[in-house]
Each structure stands twice: as structure tokens, then as C-alpha cells.
């Protein structure tokens, strides 16, 4: 079923149940993006009267994309059976071809946000003739932080001796004004996905689930992040400090503050990938600072799927003689 906003309330109970549910997948957090940049094509799926999977998108033409305005998005679902899987993945699919729809783009979520931690839908991708189209390294440390590499040991260490103070802030906009943009642009010569009147909103409507995190050396911010909360992982969506938090280790700091403070409740801390140019390079350094905290990779698949792949479906079991 087409999604319209009088299902809200059977979206979210989707999501309260689902093992792969992640912040992203809130309609309120899909509503910061300004009206009439996508045209939405979610979808809601029943069985037995009860909502039981949900699936974030919008179309461009006959492609659907799942979904262009997320980091991930793929198939949510409540926990069920590896038939209940296929059967909604090919409603879905049947869905999309009357439509007059001819393929599915997703972006799926990586395993590790899932608390089950089963990959079922990779098999279910695989049957239905999908194309992996771009791949990413997501690089994740599991919790409680434990940290072996001599030189990040080293460096929290002395950041422990710096008399930094690590605050948690209900405001964003002196962290992107500070440090954010002139990092992003003066390193990378980017800008961040959100500006900070987005991410505002986003703090307000999600309390709890985006928290803001600053460092401070002698009553001045020299590094922060930017914290989504999932059920299972949390997120630094955006990381940044100046030159004298580099000189500080004030990051090094920060990570591991995050990464035992809250390693009691959650499973991972998610650093995301450090890819360039659709996933074909890495940014070298980003990356080994990632890994010498341990983190390890899990990749991150962007499917290409025909909506007519629900045929191939029908043919996943061998009749038993």
C-alpha cells in the first residue's frame, strides 16, 4: 500500500517492532528535506490486518529509489520467517511493476545495525537478478572500546592529561559554525549533508536520538560530534575539531569517551565509510584514523533491481522428490 501520513501511526509500529529499524527511517526524520525535492513512493505493507514492513522511497522517472535522501534504507521488517521475507520482498516488487515502474535502486542497510544480525535479504537480492552498482566500507568498533594500536593508545592517553572537558550540548549551530564547515571545507573541500537549522530541527524532533557532544580546552570548543542513537549502534553522522583539538588529541578523546560511556546499551559505534568517487577510493588517512581504533569493515551495497525480479522468486525452492 502506498504510504500517505494516516499511516503514520502503522509506520512507526513497524519500526518499534523491526530489528533493522534505524533513526533514518522515521517519517519525521525524512521530513526535514524541503517539500517537492522527492517525489515519495514509500511503501507500507500489511499481513493479517497488521502492518508488518515498511519501505522508504521516492521515483525519478521509472526508477524507484530507496531512498536517495538517506545515508541507507532497504526493506524494514518486523521479525518473521525467511518465506515471510521473499513473499514481502515480492509484493513489493509486484507492487512497483504495476506501476509501470522497471527497477529498484536501494541503498540497504548494513548488517550491523540489525540486533539479529542475519542477512537474509542479501540471498533475497541475489535470486531476484539485483546488480550491486557501488559498494562502500563502513568501518564499525564494537563496544565497549578497546583500543590495541600503540600510537591511538598513546594519543588518548595524553589527551587524558590535557584537562579537556567533554560536554553535551542542546544546540548545534556554534559546533557547525566553529568547527564543521570550516573543517569540511579547509580538508575536504565539501560541506556537510545537513546545514545546522536542518539538524536543529532534526534535534528537536528526535530528543535522545541526536545528541550533540563537545570538547572544550580552556573555556574553548576545540572538537565535537554529531551522535545518531539507533536501537543498537550509535552513529557519529559528522565529526571535527580545529588545529589546536589535532594537537590535543581532542578526537581521540572524544571517541573514546563515546565508545565506553555508552557501550553498556549499545552494541557498535558506526564511524561510516571513508569513500570517495561512488566507493572506488579511499580516503587513506580518514580511514587508518578510523581503523586504529580498532574498527572493522562491513560493507555497504547499492542494489540495482529489476521490479520483475519477484519471478525468480517463485523459483527458490527444489520440490522434494
Known amino acids: 500500500m502506498h504510504y500517505s501520513p494516516d499511516l503514520k501511526k502503522d509506520w512507526g509500529r513497524v519500526l518499534q517492532k ?10 519525521d526524520f525524512l521530513a526535514y528535506h524541503p517539500s517537492g525535492k522527492f517525489q515519495d513512493c514509500s511503501v507500507i505493507l500489511y499481513g493479517n490486518g497488521k502492518p ?28 518473521c520467517s525467511f518465506d515471510q521475507k521473499i513473499e514481502q520482498f515480492k509484493a513489493l516488487m509486484k507492487y512497483f511493476e504495476s506501476l509501470g515502474l522497471s527497477h529498484l535502486q536501494i541503498k540497504a542497510t548494513p548488517a550491523f545495525y540489525n540486533s539479529t544480525q542475519e542477512e537474509a535479504m542479501v540471498y533475497i537480492m541475489h535470486l531476484s ?5 557501488q559498494m562502500e566500507l563502513s568501518l564499525t568498533i564494537n563496544l565497549p572500546l578497546a583500543v590495541k594500536n600503540k600510537g591511538r593508545k598513546a594519543n588518548i592517553k595524553q589527551a587524558g592529561r590535557q584537562d579537556l572537558i567533554i560536554i553535551e ?9 566553529a568547527l564543521l564547515l570550516p573543517n569540511l571545507q579547509n580538508r575536504y573541500q565539501t560541506a556537510p549533508t545537513h546545514s545546522h537549522e536542518e539538524m536543529s530541527f532534526l534535534m528537536e524532533k528526535f530528543p535522545g536520538k541526536i ?12 572538537a565535537g560530534a554529531t551522535v545518531y542513537f539507533s536501537k543498537n549502534c550509535i552513529h557519529t553522522q559528522y565529526l571535527a575539531s580545529n588545529s589546536q583539538g589535532r594537537k590535543l588529541n581532542a578526537l581521540d578523546a572524544l571517541v573514546n569517551y563515546l565508545g565506553n560511556t555508552f557501550a553498556e546499551k549499545y552494541k557498535f559505534l558506526d564511524f561510516g565509510h571513508s569513500n570517495e ?24 551495497r547499492h542494489y540495482m533491481v529489476p521490479v520483475d525480479g519477484w519471478k525468480k522468486l517463485n523459483k527458490v525452492y527444489k520440490q522434494s522428490s
Do not use: C
Open 277 to 300: 568517487n561512488l566507493g572506488l577510493n579511499i580516503n587513506k588517512g580518514l580511514f587508518r584514523w578510523k581503523e586504529s581504533f580498532g574498527a572493522n569493515s562491513f560493507v555497504h
Open 211 to 222: 545528541r550533540q557532544f563537545n570538547v572544550f580546552k580552556d573555556g574553548l570548543m576545540v
Open 52 to 79: 508488518v514492513a515498511v519501505f522508504a522511497a521516492h521515483r525519478e522517472g521509472k526508477t524507484v529509489y530507496s531512498h536517495q535522501g538517506l545515508s541507507y534504507a532497504g526493506l524494514i521488517q518486523v521479525p
Open 169 to 177: 550540548s542542546n544546540e548545534v549551530k556554534s559546533f557547525w559554525e
Open 129 to 133: 537478478n539485483a546488480e550491486i552498482i
Open 18 to 27: 523491526a530489528t533493522n529499524a534505524t533513526l533514518m527511517h522515521e517519517r
